[in-house]
């Protein structure tokens, strides 16, 4: 199980982490990522991280401004965004799954229930 939090109202330029807790022996297990879904349009991976940390992913549009991270000893994966835009306006997901570079939701086995960041301009 994934819980999500930390989304909330942020103007642009500003910063903001959401979390995510996940329960279960076998966190370290998967590879973590942060799905996102603007209205209107498909859900979208703009993060992933692998199983031990040491491989990530990023989306180009996100590519320079946010951070994934993960600590496998207290089940917690992390999204660290900067320099946030109006365009990041979007809810956020995270998921879990089980191959590194897999970028289709439908390849995420796991799923929070999201969390709704609004960048105002």
């Known amino acids: 199980q994934l819980q999500a939090s930390g989304g909330g109202l942020v103007q642009a330029g500003g910063s903001l982490t959401l979390s995510c807790a996940a329960s279960?022996?076998?966190?370290?297990?998967?590879?973590m990522g942060w799905f996102r879904q603007a209205p209107g349009k498909e859900r979208e991976l703009v993060a992933a991280?692998?199983?031990?940390?040491?491989?990530?992913y990023y989306a180009d549009s996100v590519k320079g401004r946010f951070t994934i991270s993960r600590d496998n000893a207290k089940n917690m994966v992390y999204l660290q965004m900067n320099s946030l835009k109006p365009e990041d306006t979007a809810v956020y997901y995270c998921?879990?799954?089980?191959?590194?570079?897999?970028?289709?939701?439908?390849?995420?086995?796991?799923w929070g229930q999201g969390t709704l960041l609004t960048v105002s301009s």
């Open positions: 991280i692998s199983q031990n940390g040491g491989w990530t």
């Open positions: 998921a879990a799954g089980r191959l590194f570079g897999q970028r289709e939701e439908t390849e995420y086995d796991y």
């Open positions: 279960g022996r076998t966190f370290s297990s998967y590879v």
